[in-house]
Structures are given as structure tokens and as C-alpha cells.
């Protein structure tokens, strides 16, 4: 087959298995599934601005990015606030998106290939390699089944390929039209998640090893940083007109610091009940329709039961007079009191806070036990499934080809310590898998030198 056919076929295969996802599990009809993106969306609709009711508080919020939001909003709009039509057509959309991430991790696979030494960038096996990484991406489950859901980390994931993409492009070719676009990828990426803009790390390191000179470099990195400042400054203007001082797009570092290491916390926003399995082993019950309580939309129903019941840190370790008392101050100096709080938490038990960066690193790279959704094997062994092959593409990979990874082990490093170091959750995780399957495509495709030569022969 054509190797523009095998990349629309998966380009499609990614959008219709997130759509069967979405009929299967029937989603758009899951009770209460739309959390703070849905509240601002449905306040957006009616003309009250993008707010929230937010620590004992409501009104004008920078609780959430913008874009995800007004994407809800766009089809509150269009079909109603919070109505199963208007899920189907959020969730359809994020269907669409997987395609474009398949597609985008097919062309971040190609710009890594590109910069393989020539006997390793022609073996037949490495010009397989960016339809492997598409089709991880196209098919992992976590991101199949993160469509069904109101979140943001589908958006995020596509984005942030798509950055690096740019970033790639700008490496190789030092057009200023490529810097500017890329810039504004990273700009909109920062409006999805700001925290993946981390992520621009493995970006400059993208843009400065395509062989140029350092002048050009700094010019392409000027510019994109330019472009980027530019995409942030209406809301960064905004922010200072609600909250009267400069806020990066959100103000809830604090307040996210506080849930993942206040006394309370096991390095999470979430708590863990023993209710939790109660839901989750739940028997049929002649009350709710058979087809609830059987096969996958039972499992996916009693999930978010399960996510409802074990609640978040805040339902435990604020009292109904502190939220009542950080709502009658401004939203960023509510984020300032609780990350002192937490400060004063993790003093009073000295050790606490590694054993604490310990156990996030086991729930970002392993499972997080906090979370009902991670205890199904449909979620444990594509994820362990992956993150084993990345780390054997890894140590299989020649020197000369690791190298080449180098920029997408960065940005999985340093976002995976900032969420070890403050608060851990699988969505967090997410937007990283993509990266996770072109590691392993093209390091296990790489291998050494002599290996990859048999291999060569042995496609021919």
C-alpha cells in the first residue's frame, strides 16, 4: 500500500475507534461528566463571562486555560447547555482530534527520522517507523477512551504534537513563517495547558539541532518566543483586568500544590474511599436498565460513580468557614494562602514531601491508586504496555539515534517532574503518550548499527 494511504488509514482508524468508543459506552449521556469546563461553558452561553463558583467564591475566574472551555461553550451554544446532544457533538469533535494526532505523530516521527544518520534513515524499518508511532497513537486506549470524556487532555495531546512538529519544521528549514507559526502553536497550547509549555524545552532543542548556525537559531527562537508572547497577551490582559496583577494564564498553582501535598494528600487531588470499591464491584439492580449494568457502558458508568464518590481532597481538608473565608479574598492570593498552608503542612513532617515526590512518580509512571479509573486492566496494561516499549526503544537504540530522541525524552522529563514535584493525575499523563509511542517505534526501529543493517536486509 501507498504510503499516503497507510497514513490516511490511520488517520482514520484513530477517528473511528474513538467514535465507536463514544456509541459504545453511550458517553454523551453519562450524568454529571462535565466538571469546571462545563460550568464556565454554560456561564459563557449566558453572558456572564468566563467565571466559575471557585473556593467559597463566584464570578470572573482564571481557574481553567481558556480554549478548552470555549470549545464546550461553541456547542452549548449550538445544542444546548449541558444536553446529551451538545456532549455528542464536544465528543465527535475530540473524535476528529485523534485523528489529527495520529497525523501529528506520524509527522513529528518523520522530522525525527530525517535527522537519523543515512544508513539508519533509510533502513526500510525505520521509514516503517512513523506509521507505528500513528498507529500507537491512533489506537492506545487511555487516548481512545479520553474522547469520551469532557477534558481537556485529548486537545492538549494534539496540540502540543503539533508544537513540536513546528518546532522540528523550524529546525530544519529557519523559514520566519515557520517560527511564527510555530510560536503560535506554542501560544494556543499555553491557553489549553499551560503546563505542558514545559514542553518548549524539547522545542528549542528541536529548532536548534538542524544544523544551522547559532544566528539563525536565535533568530527562529526569537521569533517563535515573540509569536507566542503575542497569542497570550489578550488573556494575559484580561487576567490583569479581573485579578488587578499579572497572572500566566491560570491562578491555581497554589491551590493544585496544597491538594497534592497538604497533610491530607497521598500526592493527588483526589481521595481514596473504601466506598470506591463498593461502586465498582456494584451487582445489577432491577431499579437501572440491564444494558446500564452490562458489559463496557456499566464499567464506564460505574467509574465516574466511583470518581464521584471518592470526591476531591478539598471535600476532606477545608471546613465549609476557610472556603467561606478564601472567597472573600481574590482568586490569586486564595492559591498563595493555601500553598502556604501546604508549606506549613509538609514542615511540621520533615520527609513527608519526598515520600510524597516518591509516590508520584509511581501514579505518573505506574498507577495512580487515587484515581477508580486506573484499577481496570483495560487501563493498567496498555499503560504499562507502553511506557515498556518507550523504555526499551531507549535502551535498544543506537547512541546516534537516541540522540535524536533527545528532545522528546526532555519534554517527557521535565513535565513528568513538575507533576512529581506538585500533584499527579493520569490526564495529566495523557498528552504524553503520543511521545511515548514514537520513543518506542523509532528506538526499537533504530536499534544498532548491525542490527538494523539485518533488519534492512531482511525487509529487502
Known amino acids: 500500500m501507498k504510503r499516503g494511504r497507510v497514513k490516511a488509514a490511520i488517520v482514520a482508524l484513530a477517528v473511528l475507534a474513538r467514535v465507536a468508543a463514544i456509541v459504545v459506552l453511550d ?88 535527522r537519523m544518520p543515512e544508513p ?23 487516548l481512545v477512551y479520553s474522547a469520551t470524556h469532557v477534558q481537556v487532555a485529548g486537545l492538549a495531546a494534539t496540540l502540543l504534537v503539533w508544537a513540536l512538529v513546528g518546532s522540528g519544521r523550524v529546525g530544519r528549514t529557519g523559514s520566519d513563517r515557520d517560527a511564527a507559526g510555530c510560536g503560535l502553536m506554542w501560544g494556543i497550547l499555553a491557553l489549553t495547558d499551560p503546563i505542558l509549555v514545559l514542553g518548549g524545552l524539547g522545542g528549542l532543542l528541536l529548532i536548534g539541532s538542524g544544523g544551522r548556525d547559532w544566528r539563525s537559531v536565535a533568530r527562529s527562537a526569537l521569533i517563535t518566543g515573540l509569536t507566542a508572547a503575542l497569542t497570550l497577551a489578550p488573556w494575559t490582559a484580561r487576567n490583569y483586568y479581573v485579578h488587578g496583577e499579572w497572572v500566566f494564564v491560570k491562578t491555581t498553582f497554589g491551590y493544585a500544590f496544597w491538594q497534592g501535598n497538604c497533610r491530607f494528600s497521598q500526592g493527588t487531588d483526589k481521595v481514596a474511599r473504601p466506598e470506591v470499591e463498593t461502586v465498582l464491584n456494584a451487582d445489577s439492580s432491577a431499579e437501572v436498565s440491564e444494558r446500564e449494568h452490562s458489559g463496557l457502558a456499566s464499567l464506564h458508568r460505574r467509574l465516574f460513580e466511583a470518581r464521584h464518590v471518592a470526591g476531591y481532597i478539598d471535600d476532606i481538608a477545608l471546613t465549609r468557614a476557610e472556603i467561606d473565608q478564601l472567597g472573600q479574598c481574590p482568586e490569586p492570593e486564595r492559591g498563595r494562602r493555601l500553598f502556604a498552608r501546604a508549606l506549613e503542612d509538609l514542615h511540621a513532617q520533615p520527609g513527608r514531601y519526598l515520600t510524597l515526590c516518591i509516590q508520584r512518580a509511581s501514579f505518573f509512571f505506574l498507577f495512580d491508586e487515587t484515581n477508580p479509573k486506573t484499577r481496570t486492566l483495560f487501563y493498567r496494561i496498555p499503560h504499562l504496555g507502553l511506557t515498556t516499549a518507550a523504555l526499551a526503544g531507549l535502551v535498544l537504540a543506537r547512541p546516534t539515534a537516541r540522540g535524536r530522541l533527545a528532545p522528546l525524552v526532555l519534554v517527557i522529563l521535565v513535565v513528568a517532574l513538575f507533576h512529581v514535584l506538585t500533584i499527579t493525575s493520569v490526564r495529566f499523563h495523557l498528552p504524553l503518550d503520543p511521545l511515548f509511542a514514537i520513543v518506542a517505534a523509532l528506538g526499537v526501529m533504530s536499534l544498532d548499527e548491525r542490527s538494523s543493517s539485518r533488519l534492512c536486509s531482511i525487509c529487502h
Open 120 to 142: 539508519i534513515r533509510n533502513c526500510v524499518g525505520m521509514r516503517r517507523a512513523p506509521a507505528l508511532a500513528a498507529l500507537g497513537a491512533a489506537l492506545h486506549p487511555p
Open 27 to 114: 458517553s454523551p449521556s453519562t450524568p454529571r461528566s462535565t466538571y469546571e469546563h462545563g460550568e464556565i461553558a454554560a456561564h459563557l452561553v449566558r453572558g456572564e463571562g468566563f467565571s466559575i463558583r471557585f473556593l467559597g467564591a463566584e464570578g470572573p475566574t482564571s481557574q481553567q486555560a481558556p480554549v478548552y472551555p470555549v470549545l464546550v461553550a461553541f456547542w452549548y451554544a449550538v445544542a444546548g447547555i449541558d444536553t446529551t446532544q451538545a456532549l455528542w457533538g464536544l465528543q465527535l469533535t475530540q473524535a476528529l482530534l485523534g485523528g489529527l494526532l495520529a497525523l501529528g505523530t506520524w509527522r513529528l516521527t518523520e522530522e525525527l527520522v530525517a
